[in-house]
């Protein structure tokens, strides 16, 4: 077999493995050397779903669509804020396997792939935050890739398993993250069928199918990665510096604003294991005010302060 034969070969397995990721991640695999190069068959449908949002210039727009698409936008961000990121990533309170589970699977609808690859990536970016392993560092490699390049690149499709081994224990967990498109389809599929439904047993409310497709899954999915996304590069970049941490973390209101908690990202990194990052009263952080909800009707419990010592330690010279 000569070598142009063994390279395509390589190209056909490639490409056969891009495409089966769409569906189950354990067909993708790591590959030296590609810390940059972004896997363009991979995240077809990430830009399909960009592409989606144009939809709106042929269906329309009802109140009814959006205020599917605001609901499950603020469904979803809890989700990440409090699930994805808080639990399961720092483990910030404690809760039982069914509700781990379902918070799992809300989640993975947000279509930010699954819990432990979530996990394993935000951890791995405490761990280098700011060095050159962070994948997202808008200093180290960029604002544009730390917002969204990374997300794309082959290097940072599969999961990191070393450093979830917690949560890899857990097989419900392990079978969302291998599958993480299903979720997702199964709430295009019921927000396309709900919205005929509509369609046709009240149409007063002036929706369709695919108006809610357009509206309730591809618009705010798009706006909920890009709210996401401004956690890792706008808020390493825009605002104050109330703690001296090794990073160039920020807090930022409308940030915080914008995603539910997550803009007071200097305090996050100040103290990594807090379920609360607003450490003030006038830090709004909507994601803590439902933890408190969620503990209150004892769904979850032990969620974790910030000992009134930290909070005041490390003070940034000049910081608020």
Request: net charge positive; hydrophobic share 45%; proline share 3%.
């Amino acid at each position: 077999m000569n070598v142009n034969t063994l390279k395509d070969g390589s190209a056909v397995t490639r490409f056969g493995r891009s495409l089966s990721g769409w569906f189950d991640n354990s067909a993708v695999t790591e590959e030296a050397g590609d810390a940059r190069h972004i896997d363009w068959l991979r995240v077809v449908p990430y830009f399909a779903l960009h592409l989606g949002c144009f939809g709106v210039l042929w269906i329309g727009w009802s109140w009814t669509a959006v205020g599917v698409a605001l609901t499950l936008y603020a469904v979803r961000m809890l989700a990440i804020t409090g699930f994805y990121h808080r639990y399961f990533s720092h483990k910030a309170f404690r809760t039982s396997r069914a509700m781990q589970f379902l918070f799992a699977l809300i989640g993975a609808s947000a279509v930010q792939r699954g819990p432990l690859w979530w996990a394993s990536q935000h951890r791995h970016h405490h761990t280098h935050a700011e060095d050159e392993e962070d994948p997202h560092s808008p200093h180290r490699h960029g604002f544009l890739w730390s917002h969204t390049g990374w997300f794309m690149a082959r290097a940072n499709f599969t999961t990191r398993m070393a450093v979830v081994q917690d949560l890899a224990k857990y097989p419900e967990l392990r079978f969302l993250d291998r599958f993480d498109a299903l979720v997702p389809v199964l709430l295009a599929l019921g927000l396309y069928a709900t919205g005929e439904l509509i369609a046709y047993n009240a149409p007063a409310l002036a929706t369709s199918g695919l108006q809610l497709l357009v509206w309730g899954f591809a618009i705010s999915t798009v706006v909920l990665y890009h709210a996401t996304f401004t956690v890792n590069s706008l808020a390493h970049t825009l605002g104050g510096r109330r703690y001296a941490t090794r990073d160039q973390s920020r807090n930022n209101l409308w940030l915080a604003l914008l995603t539910f908690g997550e803009g007071w990202h200097n305090n996050h990194h100040h103290f990594p294991g807090s379920a609360r990052l607003g450490l003030y009263w006038w830090e709004i952080d909507l994601t803590y005010y439902f933890l408190r909800l969620l503990a209150a009707l004892g769904l979850i419990w032990d969620l974790r302060p910030v000992p009134a010592d930290k909070r005041e330690a490390r003070r940034d010279v000049g910081s608020a």
